[in-house]
């Protein structure tokens, strides 16, 4: 890559987001997709549920209102209207291109039931691997440039206007210059001790924004994925789909108790942020432990299903569907993110815009609804191309942006304060919060700011200090924020 290059647009970002937008994007746009690691370490690639649609026009109002009860009605009300009509193009336009969702024998689309879905409305793609299949297919369509171990560490902005990034490629500084840029580098995974992102995923464009002083929405709200398989020694943690849920899996206490049903009259089937924490506080008040029994599948059937989570498992000793997994809940979704417009467009900031995890949309409200964010991405990503080519973003001359970062991007002790800030945020930002367990994680973040640490740090933190600042400003429990009293 040469040292400095004009683009019309730059993506942010390798995710189902990403990918779709440049693949809207006419060809005849110098387009260019920056991604932080290797195109499958991304969060799009290890979606497993599926995704969904409403299944015809008649099940448009079901799924709004599916999408409104789980989000505990703070849903942006529009946006989820627009999510929901246009899943059915987004459906066509896929099938019709070639992308291989799971067929029944007859050669219908098959649709799974996930939790709090009023109907069996999600597709899904070799069983229990939906986001892998659907990224490969993405990365083949792709037709735009696409430049890996691109790690973005600054946005180019001045006067209400974006000029482009600043970013390392392969360890080398480069910048590059664009009509338009978009932000779609996904959520903020890794803040998390325990989460099921992948390791890419690390708040970094959320905390430039910060720094530029572009708001964050609803970042009090993030998502905690009921079923996950947390005893690894990697990052990443083992999700096991909520559609095992929807198919049937039981969440059973030491003793096989299906405790979920003291919570939640929709015991397996309650909205994820209900399952998440009726586990965290049923282990905290009896001192048990939560584990997924599949034990009601028939053995053929599973592995056929849910190919993946057998191998994955097979591979560290468990026997599926025989043996029951040790569960908890882990960081898993942003349901808030950067502002936006419908289309995409970051207010008051002229050529840069968001889409996927990275914006707040508004569809998501207190609380995603399962397997709506792949739909998101697709969804907001084509009106988010269209309104790129529809606006006039064109730079005559770009100012000159060549200055000095006087932080580097790493000090020695990042790493340790990375570890303390993820133990930090799973303790005191996590499941259930309180404004003391908030206060000390805002200590924490702004002793820790003040310290001699890299650029990436810092921006964690900033996107970590606004996680607490929306946290402790909603003082009323709602959707997946839970607050109790001190
Ligand atoms: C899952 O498969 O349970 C995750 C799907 C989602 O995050 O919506």
Redesign the pocket.
């Known amino acids: 890559m040469s040292a400095c290059k004009k683009y019309d647009t730059i993506v942010i970002g390798a995710g189902i987001a990403g990918l779709y937008l440049a693949n809207k994007l006419p060809k005849s746009m110098n387009t260019i997709v920056l991604c932080k690691d290797i195109p499958w370490e991304c969060n799009t690639f290890y979606?497993?549920?599926?995704i969904?649609t409403a299944l015809d026009e008649n099940d448009i109002p079901l799924h709004i209102e599916d999408t409104l009860s789980a989000g505990a009605y703070h849903n942006k009300v529009e946006a989820v209207e627009v999510l929901s009509r246009e899943s059915i193009e987004v459906r066509e336009d896929f099938v019709t291109r070639g992308m291989k969702f799971d067929l029944d024998k007859d050669g219908n689309l098959l649709y799974t039931k996930?939790a709090a879905h009023s109907r069996s409305r999600i597709l899904h793609a070799g069983g229990?691997a939906?986001g892998r299949y659907m990224h490969k297919f993405l990365m083949e369509q792709n037709h735009h440039k696409l430049q890996k171990n691109s790690l973005v560490y600054d946005l180019l902005i001045e006067d209400g206007r974006c000029y482009g990034v600043r970013l390392m490629v392969n360890y080398k500084p480069y910048t590059l210059y664009a009509n338009s840029v978009v932000i779609a580098s996904g959520g903020i995974g890794s803040l998390y001790q325990f989460n099921?992102n992948s390791r890419t995923v690390s708040a970094d464009i959320h905390g430039i924004c910060v720094e530029k002083g572009i708001e964050l929405r609803d970042m009090e709200f993030m998502?905690f994925?009921p079923?996950v398989f947390v005893n690894t020694p990697f990052a990443r943690k083992l999700?096991?789909?909520?559609?095992?849920r929807g198919e049937g899996a039981w969440i059973v206490d030491d003793e096989g108790n299906r405790f979920l049903f003291d919570y939640d009259e929709r015991g397996e089937l309650a909205s994820?942020d209900i399952v998440s924490r009726s586990i965290f506080l049923y282990k905290r008040e009896r001192g048990k432990k939560a584990y997924l029994d599949f034990s009601m599948f028939e053995p053929k059937w599973f592995k056929q299903r849910f190919p993946n989570i057998d191998k994955t498992f097979a591979n560290i000793g468990y026997d599926l569907p025989k043996d029951r997994v040790e569960i908890s809940p882990a960081f898993?979704?942003a349901n808030g993110g950067i502002s936006c417009d419908i289309d995409g467009r970051v207010p008051g900031i002229k050529g840069l815009y968001v889409v996927g995890e990275a914006a707040r949309t508004g569809v998501h409200g207190a609380n995603?609804?399962?397997?709506?964010?792949?739909l998101e991405g697709a969804v907001f990503a084509k009106k988010c191309a269209e309104a790129i080519v529809e606006d006039d973003n064109h730079i005559e001359k770009e100012p000159n942006f060549e200055k000095d970062y006087d932080t580097l991007l790493h000090q020695e002790n990042d790493k340790e304060y990375k570890h303390q800030l993820r133990g930090i945020m799973w303790k005191d930002v996590g499941i259930v919060r309180t404004q003391s367990s908030l206060l000390e994680a805002k200590n924490f973040i702004y002793d820790t700011k003040s310290k001699n640490i890299g650029r990436l740090l810092e921006l964690r933190l900033n996107t970590a200090a606004e996680i607490v600042r929306a946290a402790l400003r909603r003082e009323e429990s709602l959707g997946s924020h839970y607050i109790e009293k001190d």
Request: aromatic share 4%; net charge negative.
């Open positions: 979606a497993q549920g599926g969904v996930e229990d939906t099921t998502q994925h079923t999700l096991l789909t909520e559609a095992l994820r898993h979704y995603r609804l399962a397997s709506n964010s792949l």
